[in-house]
C-alpha cells in the first residue's frame, strides 16, 4: 500500500520520505535482525498482479537491499537511506505504459526506459528537497554496472554510488 501511495502520487505533491517511509524500513529491519527469513521469501515469489509489478518490484528491491545491507554491517541510519533509496529507486517509471510489455521493447522504448533513472532522480529532488545526494545518486545510477554498460551515464567500478550497486 505505501509503494502505491507513493508512486501513484502526482510528481509535484511535495513529500518528506523518510517521514512516509521509515516506520515501515524500521519493522522490516527488526524482522530480518530477529533472524526470520520471511521478507526474504517473500520477496522472491511471483508477482500476484502483473499490472502492479512496479509497486511489488519496489518493495522487493527495499527486503532485498535492506538484507544486503545487514549483511555488509551497516549502520542504522545507512541501512534507512538505503531502504529509502531502494523503496523510491524507480519513481522516474512511474509513468510509462511500456512496463507490462511481454514483447521486446524497439530501440525508441528501450531509449525511453534509459532515461527514468535521470529523471526519477530530478523528480525526486524537487519532490522532497531532503534528500541525500546519496539516495539522489543511488536512483539516477541504479542501471550503471561496474563494465561500464549500464546507463544512464557509463559509470564504472568505484564511480557508482554504493546504495546504487546493491539496488
Known amino acids: 500500500l505505501k509503494a502505491k501511495n507513493i508512486y501513484a502520487a502526482d510528481h509535484e505533491t511535495k513529500r518528506n520520505f523518510a517521514n512516509e517511509l521509515n516506520p515501515s524500513i524500521e519493522r522490516m529491519l527488526e524482522s530480518m535482525a530477529s533472524g526470520s527469513d520471511e521478507l526474504l521469501l517473500v520477496a ?53 505504459d511500456m512496463l507490462g510489455k511481454k514483447d521486446v521493447f524497439s530501440d525508441e522504448e528501450l531509449d525511453r ?11 525526486l529532488g524537487k519532490i522532497d528537497t531532503g534528500l541525500s545526494r546519496k539516495i539522489l545518486d543511488a536512483v539516477k545510477q541504479e542501471h550503471e554496472r561496474a563494465d561500464g554498460s549500464g546507463y544512464p551515464d557509463g559509470l564504472v567500478s568505484d564511480e557508482i554510488n554504493e546504495y546504487a550497486q546493491i539496488i
Request: net charge negative; aromatic share 10%.
Open 44 to 96: 522472491l515469489r511471483d508477482y500476484p498482479k502483473p499490472e502492479d509489478m512496479i509497486f511489488y518490484h519496489v518493495v522487493n528491491t527495499g527486503i532485498m537491499a535492506l538484507a544486503m545491507g545487514l549483511g555488509l554491517g551497516y549502520e542504522r541510519s545507512h541501512l534507512l537511506e538505503l531502504g529509502i533509496a531502494a523503496f523510491i529507486h524507480d519513481i522516474g517509471v512511474k509513468n510509462f
Open 113 to 123: 526506459i534509459k532515461i527514468h533513472p535521470s529523471e526519477g532522480a530530478l523528480a
